[in-house]
């Protein structure tokens, strides 16, 4: 895979755009932690525990897309970028389009799949 050209549903974001998704990503791992120990701190209840959904979904995009040097939003949009964060270019073909929605929807997929794990494994956790 190039980093540094755009490929129709395989990769629309180039090292900038991938540096700020791992942010994301170590900002939800972050949240998730500090979350996940204020339910230690405070024996938050199974029910309670479902809270954790947020950080960890933002994890799991921030994961998903740096991993996969893909953006959900720009996929969605028809776009990509490999300059400066937020110059973005728009994709020129409907076929380009269709392939980026149909990358956007798996990862979007792959995204809560695993959010969806965190949280079970949070709430069975619990005391």
Do not use: H
Request: proline letters at 3%.
């Amino acid at each position: 895979m190039s980093e540094n050209n755009y490929i129709p549903g395989t990769c629309n974001i180039g090292p900038a755009e991938i540096r700020r998704r791992r942010i994301v990503m170590w900002l939800g791992c972050i949240l998730s932690i500090i979350t996940i120990a204020s339910f230690q701190q405070n024996n938050a209840s199974r029910f309670d525990r479902i809270s954790i959904f947020l950080p960890a979904f933002v994890f799991s995009i921030g994961f998903v897309q740096s991993r996969k040097k893909f953006c959900l939003a720009f996929g969605f949009m028809g776009a990509f970028n490999f300059g400066k964060v937020g110059a973005i270019t728009k994709v020129l073909t409907p076929e380009q389009r269709s392939a980026d929605r149909k990358t956007a929807v798996t990862l979007l997929g792959q995204a809560l799949l695993l959010t969806i794990v965190i949280v079970i494994l949070t709430v069975a956790l619990a005391k």
